[in-house]
């Protein structure tokens, strides 16, 4: 084996067996010699600009990196493949999304969409597992910007990346400042998403909590605080679903499948009953009530904030 052919080995064996053309030849591996082990099937060139090494598994990973060394230096994965890769739900890793600098000509690559954005920062992008990406900010912001995502799915995806500490009201805020001063696409979106939502907002941590929240302000009624810690004058009580920004109420979300044991029942009640000690309303629903029965927790939840208003003994 030639060193040029085992340094580019060493190479591809880094990147799920693939390697540039320019790596290759900066080791040695073009003219004569690659061609000679292109036509022994030692690598194969899916584009000019990449060469796989035979043998390697394939994997998203490979074809990955095949589509951003095609597009060249400062190519990132990007759109529903970064999101994907982050575990945001509804997302897929395929087809894969690679972004890359206006003017720079790409191969048509089977499953692999590549885009040419204006505005294309180093600060907008990072490594996750060695592989550049963009940030999950930046990738929000893309979809808005595409135009081919309904505005509700691009909301449930901000919030679940919020949820996730993939993004943050002040990283969103600072993206906007930029994108939106440039009268991009998806500017209108986010200026009114913001609007609505502070710094500090706390999406919701489930599709559960989502649906309450979205069932009390249909109703007219303030929008709960979520997630919140709450205690008494001699410790922490507990992380409280929902609180009431104007009155001293709580409600609990009981989900299936972690309220229905004697176990989390018993520890529940012990916890309304500090809760009420301190001061506060408790109204707890279970999840098919929240799904099934809007009208009856509409109801109760007002009522609730009725009897938040009292002055207690």
Not at 69 to 92: I, M, Q, R, W
Not at 232 to 258: A, C, K, Q, T, Y
Not at 283 to 290: H, I, L, M, N
Request: hydrophobic share 40%; aromatic share 8%.
């Amino acid at each position: 084996m030639t060193d040029a052919h085992r340094l580019a080995r060493e190479i591809a064996a880094k990147t799920a067996g693939v390697v540039s053309t320019r790596a290759a030849r900066s080791v040695g591996l073009h003219g004569r010699l690659l061609a000679r082990r292109l036509r022994d099937g030692e690598w194969s060139a899916p584009t000019p600009r990449v060469l796989v090494l035979s043998g390697s598994p394939s994997s998203f990973e490979r074809d990955a990196w095949i589509g951003l060394y095609d597009a060249g230096k400062d190519a990132a994965l990007s759109h529903d493949t970064l999101l994907a890769l982050c575990n945001v739900p509804g997302f897929e890793r395929y087809p894969i999304h690679v972004s890359c600098p206006r003017g720079r000509t790409t191969s048509d690559l089977d499953g692999v969409t590549v885009h040419h954005p204006r505005l294309w920062r180093a600060d907008h992008r990072m490594l996750l597992n060695d592989i550049p990406v963009v940030t999950p900010t930046r990738a929000l912001f893309d979809l808005a910007n595409d135009g081919h995502v309904h505005t509700r799915r691009l909301e449930r995806a901000i919030n679940n990346a919020w949820a996730r500490r993939l993004t943050s009201g002040e990283l969103l805020k600072m993206m906007a400042d930029d994108w939106c001063e440039r009268g991009r696409r998806g500017s209108a979106f986010f200026h009114e998403y913001l609007a609505t939502r502070p710094v500090d907002w706390q999406p919701p941590e489930s599709n559960l909590e989502g649906r309450f929240v979205e069932l009390i302000v249909g109703a007219g009624l303030p929008e709960p605080k979520r997630q919140r810690n709450l205690g008494d004058n001699v410790s922490w009580i507990g992380r409280i679903d929902m609180v009431d920004p104007e009155v001293p109420l709580v409600g609990e979300i009981d989900s299936d499948l972690f309220h229905t044991a004697p176990l989390d029942l018993e520890s529940d009640s012990i916890r309304d009953e500090r809760l009420s000690a301190a001061g506060f309303v408790v109204e707890r629903f279970t999840e098919f009530e929240v799904w099934h029965r809007p009208a009856v927790v509409i109801e109760r939840w007002r009522a609730a904030r009725v009897g938040a208003r009292r002055p207690k003994p």
